[in-house]
């Protein structure tokens, strides 16, 4: 059946903003640490404290791989260490760092064949939006290749369905098919077979002019 990709909006886990969706990803993932991923945010701090975070409220252990930069990503141990837990979870940030990090390095091949063999790959608010298929850039608004671990669909975190416009014009690039829109706080869980669950406030766009459809409680396919 394979394993999940998990979306997360955005939201500060150390309030609890992001409990109920973190909550939903867990039921669907195996014994073991999580191994988060720093790239996108670079800092050593994070990781610490997403720790503590999910020690305090969930019971789960943390094993956070090392992956600052485009070198980290490239070594083997990297990969193998994230691949040995059931889930991987990548931190925001901004997204052109994680891919700068991860696209087409061995450590960003592991996530993918995580879900592929049954494991999670989780991502919150930049680092969500890096696993589609487009990402806009922080350099001068240019639209990035991301991670395609949801290929052609491009992904808005911290979404607001009233202004939509950064959606839409993602939808209007090459190879994207649609576009996602997560709130703060909601959840995108999509199965490798296609099936998908959602958790709060997520909107599907099949195209740049079209209506914004919620994606409520769960279907069979996307």
């Not at 975190?157 to 202004?163: E, I, K, L, R, S």
């Not at 416009?165 to 709130?183: D, M, N, S, T, Y």
Request: glycine share 18%; with cysteine.
């Amino acid at each position: 059946m394979g394993g999940w990709l998990a979306l997360i909006g955005g939201g500060e886990v150390s309030l609890g903003e992001t409990a109920e969706a973190d909550r939903g990803w867990l039921e669907q993932c195996g014994e073991g640490p999580v191994g988060f991923v720093p790239a996108a945010s670079g800092s050593i701090d994070y990781g610490r404290h997403f720790a503590a975070y999910l020690e305090e409220t969930f019971g789960r252990a943390v094993e956070v791989i090392p992956i600052y930069r485009e070198g980290d990503g490239r070594r083997a141990r990297n990969a193998e260490r994230s691949a040995a837990c059931p889930a991987g979870y990548l931190g925001g940030g901004v997204a052109d760092q994680l891919l700068d990090a991860l696209a087409g390095a061995p450590a960003g091949e592991a996530l993918a064949e995580k879900i592929r063999a049954g494991g999670v790959v989780v991502a919150i608010a930049a680092a969500a939006q890096a696993c589609g298929a487009a990402v806009r850039s922080i350099s001068g608004g240019r639209v990035l290749a991301g991670l395609g671990l949801l290929p052609g669909v491009a992904i808005e975190t911290n979404f607001d369905p009233a202004h939509d416009r950064r959606l839409r014009q993602l939808v209007a690039h090459p190879g994207v098919e649609r576009g996602i829109g997560i709130a703060a706080g909601a959840l995108l869980l999509v199965g490798a077979d296609g099936r998908f669950e959602s958790q709060g406030d997520v909107f599907a766009l099949a195209g740049p002019e079209a209506d914004l459809v919620p994606l409520v409680g769960e279907a069979e396919r996307t």
